[in-house]
């Protein structure tokens, strides 16, 4: 992995749960703050694109990534240290991706639509691009989840 921007570490990385290239799964610990988006993104591409996986996914997985990190650090509060955990994993070309914070005062969902808001896209955006998604809770913490470059009822790939 690259170096992280200046002043920035590096997503702290757990060891790869499998040593084949095409199937494996990551996971990440970085700091709850809004730099952490882009490291994650980074990592995240990094490891995809040296794996079976479209290029098309790649992309719709760095926007739902950068989506999820962002929604957790506005929204959530961090685990008890201090991070957020990103994991990853990768079966015959399709891309799950899940983002673990503290958790918030309301479940995680999409947000009506509106024409001027600023803010508030994010989840229709990760429903739009996912053919999965989801929310699971805990006492430690809140789980958002997607999964990319499966069949969807939704449209085509």
Known sequence: MAAAPLGERSPRSEPPSSGRLRDSSRTVRVPWRATSVALVRKALVDDLEVREVS????????IVVSELVSNSIRHARPLADGNLRVHWKVKAGVVEVE?????????PRPAPRTIWAPSGRGLRIVRSLAHEWGVTEDRSGSTVWASLGGPSRRRSH
Do not use: H, I, K, L
């Not at 290029?55 to 760095?62: F, L």
């Not at 983002?99 to 479940?107: A, I, Q």
């Open 55 to 62: 290029a098309a996914v790649v992309d719709e997985a760095e």
């Open 99 to 107: 983002v673990t914070d503290g958790g918030s005062e309301s479940t």
